[in-house]
């Protein structure tokens, strides 16, 4: 179809740039990072940080320290109060938000520039997907479209949000983009979750032809199809003009679990988060659409790309740095920075991002595992956030307590309580409190395989692992993020939870409006 055409060919002009860039990745790194410091000379970041007198790498570190994303806020709330040329030369088009808890989210600033990474990351993936599985190309696409769950506003003249998803990769594919797209755009704009669930499935159960699924969390996918069965009666009304494909809704609807290879009999690939916390919720994704192959996506943080899956040779799944899209430096355990081709197999790293959209030297909280090479780039893995629990000296770190999770089935998470006596508490989805029982020693055998957590518990510093049977824990989890300002489709699924408020909305849920929590529309 000719949208697919105009995307591909796009999709294969980017491809070319990053194989040249692959070919020597210190060298294109460098140009980047030349690039971006000459356009954004005559910042007030800039000008402070003498951006102009910068030629080389050892001179950007020694001027430019590594910061969170607190020690930009400075320069971020000026931005956010209206002022031009902050961070960037260019104009800031808009903002998005991301993590935050009580206290809520980061704002993001996006430029043309920053956009542009984006699509120098996703591209190249679509061009080489399609080289590996053209079936995914051949019908239609679902990418997600999360519901409007927050006001439009604007800040500091600035829009908070992108018009649709498709704006992220340029306004010149999106008319292709949208001649694809089983889900129409404007379905985006719905703020009511409940419509906007029924709407998507709605125009998904009509869609025979779906080929290519690309979302980010695996739980936004799956909390739509647990919604299914429930929603058949509506879904087969909107079919009633074509009586055969109702008949296979019917029948695939009616079956236990739902039939999705009858429901889309070509679709070919799903694109999802597969890493870190995601691993055991790609692994139910995969069980309920076995029929389509599973590619984990890269690390594509709010803030920019980091990873992309576009390796060299087709026995690889891990994805390469994005070296098109950002600098990127890796910071060992001992707080020495890395560039790529300077990692080591078997090893994890912090990383530092530079990118177009005015983030220098930006400390995204993320911890990659190497995994060896392919060719010159190293095969990395997202291991999770860099966040540790340290209630008494044990330092239990997201990427650790992630595998121990692995071996509870269900959903669950972990959270440390301060008590009288320190200890963890393990949150589970259960309506079987022997379950939870096994579940809570489990974890606490796989936690005493950490020296310090073991220490903890000989000498009676910890307690035990205690449990909380939380029910719908995903869909309480999901609903927190979008009352406090969070896109559905890229919420994570919990894994180490240490904001206390966050815990306390799980476990004793109240909606916005102050009324008691509401299952899900897939649990009524």
Not at 329 to 345: M, Q, S, Y
Request: hydrophobic content about 45%; overall charge negative; some cysteine.
């Amino acid at each position: 179809m000719s949208g697919w055409r105009v995307v591909l060919d796009a999709a294969r002009a980017e491809h070319a740039l990053f194989d040249r860039a692959r070919a020597t990745p210190r060298t294109s790194q460098a140009a980047l990072l030349t690039q971006i410091l000459a356009a954004n000379a005559d910042s007030d970041f800039g000008r402070t940080h003498g951006f102009a007198d910068i030629h080389t790498l050892d001179d950007f570190r020694a001027r430019v320290p590594i910061r969170p994303y607190e020690g930009l806020r400075p320069w971020l709330d000026r931005i956010a109060a209206g002022e031009t040329g902050v961070l960037t030369s260019e104009p800031v088009i808009a903002f998005e938000e991301t993590g935050g808890s009580t206290a809520g989210g980061k704002l993001i600033p996006y430029t043309a520039s920053s956009l542009k990474a984006f699509r120098a990351a996703v591209l190249p993936w679509l061009a080489d997907l399609a080289r590996r599985r053209p079936g995914a190309f051949a019908g239609k696409a679902y990418v997600s479209v999360s519901p409007a769950t927050r006001a439009p506003r604007m800040i500091g003249g600035i829009p908070v949000g992108m018009a649709t998803e498709g704006a992220y990769l340029g306004a010149d594919l999106v008319p292709a983009l949208l001649e694809i797209m089983v889900v129409p755009a404007s379905v985006a704009h719905l703020s009511d979750v409940d419509e906007w669930r029924l709407a998507t499935l709605t125009a998904l159960a009509r869609c025979p032809d779906l080929t290519l699924i690309s979302v980010w969390s695996p739980t936004f996918l799956i909390v739509l199809l647990e919604a299914l069965p429930q929603l058949a009666e509506p879904l087969l009304r909107t079919l009633h003009d074509e009586p055969e494909r109702a008949r296979d809704v019917r029948t695939a609807l009616a079956r236990s679990p739902v039939d999705t290879a009858l429901l889309w009999p070509r679709l070919d690939t799903v694109s999802a988060w597969a890493d870190g916390t995601s691993r055991p919720y790609a692994r139910r994704l995969q069980d309920m659409l076995p029929h389509a192959t599973l590619q984990p996506k890269g690390l594509l943080a709010t803030e920019g790309a980091v990873t992309t899956p576009c390796s060299a040779s087709d026995s690889s799944s891990w994805p390469v740095p994005a070296l098109t899209s950002a600098v990127l430096e890796f910071i060992d355990d001992n707080g020495k920075p890395l560039l790529c081709d300077e990692l080591r197999a078997g090893e994890s790293y912090r990383v530092v991002m530079t990118n177009a959209g005015g983030f220098y030297r930006y400390d995204l909280g993320d911890r990659l595992l190497c995994h060896g090479y392919e060719d010159a780039l190293p095969l990395l893995e997202f291991a999770g956030r860099d966040i540790a629990s340290d209630l008494v000296g044990e330092k239990l770190s997201e990427p650790f307590v992630s595998a121990a999770l692995t071996l509870v089935s269900g959903t669950a998470c972990l959270a440390p309580r301060a008590a009288a006596r320190p200890h963890y508490v393990l949150l589970v989805d259960t309506s079987d409190r022997a379950t939870a029982r096994c579940a809570a020693a489990t974890i606490e055998q796989r936690l005493r395989s950490n020296p310090q957590y073991d220490y903890a518990r000989m000498i009676g510093q910890l307690g035990p692992v205690a449990y909380e049977i939380v029910d719908h824990l995903l869909e309480r989890y999901l609903r927190l993020g979008t009352q406090r300002g969070r896109r559905l489709s890229d919420i994570k699924p919990p894994g180490l939870i240490t904001d206390a408020a966050t815990v306390e909305c799980l476990i004793n849920p109240v909606d916005s409006d102050a009324t008691a929590f509401r299952p899900p529309l897939s649990y009524l």
